[in-house]
């Protein structure tokens, strides 16, 4: 079966990093995304990786290890803002969203 | 800017009910889709359309069927509520079928009694 593993719910503190994890086993893989899901309120795609290595927007940096089936999200320099639910979803080989249950991520003063 | 309106935020429905969830999307995309989302669970895919009036089953379509009479518009129904389709359903659409980055609504959430 396809499954996405990523932790159900981390805490970090203001002006810090943090690394959200997330590993994946599908059938077959066209890239990886991350999405951004305030509480109630619609996902909204942050990045995407179909090949190995780092893609950086700004605070935000995804890294993608295609043979060990392991990508991972880093937010620098924490807001309060990005308290948030972070998804992570594989595109499969029928280019089929498989999606991950989501990290929640709780900033603190 | 470019925007996927759901038609009701709140929904609160009787079992038995039947439930229309609208969703229009401003950007010409091709392919538009529906997921149901409940806590500690991945979005689910019910059903999703990669042209008009063309329909495909996704991961949990029992329950509910689907139109796209319209290449902007994609409609849920719900023929006979039930209370475990007590969910938030959100609606995306995206500009290809070789991309994962979808746009999505605001969200309907339904709430069946």
């Known amino acids: 079966g396809q499954n996405i593993d990523q932790p159900t719910e981390m805490t970090a503190t203001e002006g810090a990093i943090v690394q959200i994890n997330c590993t994946y086993q599908?059938?077959?893989?066209?890239?990886l995304f991350w999405y951004q899901q305030h509480a109630g309120e619609a996902p909204t795609f942050l990045s995407y990786?179909?090949l190995d290595g780092l893609e950086e927007k700004g605070r935000f940096s995804s890294f993608l290890s295609r043979s060990k089936g392991y990508s991972y999200l880093l937010l620098k320099e924490l807001q309060m803002k990005d308290s948030a639910s972070y998804l992570c979803?594989?595109?499969?080989?029928?280019?089929?969203?498989?999606w991950g249950a989501g990290t929640k991520l709780i900033i603190k003063p | 800017d470019v925007k996927v309106t759901q038609s009701s935020r709140y929904l609160v429905k009787r079992t038995g009910e039947k439930v229309f969830l609208e969703c229009v999307q401003d950007?010409?995309?091709?392919?538009m889709f529906w997921y149901r989302q409940d806590p500690g669970l991945g979005l689910r895919l019910i059903y999703f359309?990669?042209?008009?009036?063309?329909?495909e089953k996704g991961d949990i379509p029992e329950g509910y069927s689907v139109s796209r009479e319209k290449k902007e518009r994609f409609s849920l129904i719900l023929e006979s509520a039930s209370t475990n389709q007590t969910s938030m359903y959100l609606c995306?659409?995206?500009?290809?079928?070789?991309?994962?980055?979808?746009?999505f609504g605001e969200g309907s959430r339904l709430t069946v009694l």
């Open positions: 995306a659409s995206s500009a290809g079928t070789d991309t994962g980055e979808l746009f």
């Open positions: 950007m010409d995309h091709e392919n």
């Open positions: 359309s990669y042209d008009v009036k063309m329909k």
């Open positions: 599908t059938s077959g893989f066209n890239g």
């Open positions: 990786n179909v």
């Open positions: 979803a594989v595109l499969d080989s029928n280019y089929q969203l498989i």
